[in-house]
């Protein structure tokens, strides 16, 4: 997630994303206790806000309520298979509904973060990279016309955002993903359900691979 949209989040919003990189990329362990007061003093803020915090990341799986307070749990096996599964799922209803019932017009707006994404890889940016690709994404919900669907997929986006900036920095070269992409929004305009969803879950089963390769290297180091 870009800096600036960062720091147009509402304060609790902020530690949470503070604290969810810090999970992601295993710098707060498994089993870490997250004390109220010690984070209002690590993050310079009043309780309120990491009550706040606390309550998305338990929502997303991150952390968990014991009867002596919040622990971290971490992203594990289990965890990225979830994650991953959900998401296939979520995912492939909103592309199916965006491909039969979608206007042409907003179809073509999925070309400006495809754009973004080439313009990204020709820079070595993974950052502006990610952030264009969880706007591709995003927008299969957005377009969907189902609005529990795009209420599921905004819980979760915050950890798939902290997810795509952790995997794309493994990508030496990220032109395939870019072209990868632009393969995925022609099966849309083509309107071919059976393509468009099998590029996305082969699209989606290179990236929880990709997290399980940085999450070991995480363990390992």
């Given at each position: 997630m870009a800096v600036r949209q960062v720091r147009q989040l509402p304060l609790g919003e902020r530690v949470a994303h503070q604290l969810r990189v810090l999970i992601v990329t295993g710098q707060l362990e498994p089993g870490t206790h997250l004390v109220e007061g010690a984070l209002a003093d690590r993050f310079d803020v009043s309780r309120g806000p990491i009550r706040d915090a606390l309550r998305l990341l338990e929502a997303e799986g991150l952390v968990e309520s014991r009867r002596r307070g919040v622990y971290v749990t971490g992203l594990g096996e289990d965890d990225?298979?979830?994650?991953?599964?959900?998401?296939?799922?979520l995912e492939t209803l909103a592309l199916t509904r965006v491909i039969e019932r979608a206007g042409k017009r907003d179809i073509d707006t999925l070309e400006s973060s495809v754009t973004a994404m080439t313009k990204a890889a020709d820079k070595g940016d993974p950052a502006a990279f990610a952030e264009a690709d969880l706007e591709f994404h995003s927008a299969f919900y957005a377009l969907a016309g189902h609005r529990r669907l795009a209420a599921v997929w905004e819980q979760y986006r915050p950890v798939f955002a902290v997810i795509l900036d952790v995997t794309n920095t493994q990508d030496r070269d990220l032109h395939p993903a870019a072209e990868?992409?632009?393969?995925?929004?022609?099966?849309?305009?083509?309107?071919?359900?059976?393509?468009?969803?099998?590029?996305?879950?082969?699209?989606?089963?290179?990236?929880g691979n990709r997290l399980r390769t940085a999450l070991r290297q995480v363990t390992d180091s």
């Open positions: 990225v298979e979830e994650l991953f599964t959900l998401r296939e799922s990868a992409h632009a393969d995925l929004l022609h099966a849309v305009r083509s309107r071919d359900v059976a393509k468009a969803t099998s590029l996305l879950s082969s699209h989606l089963l290179g990236a």
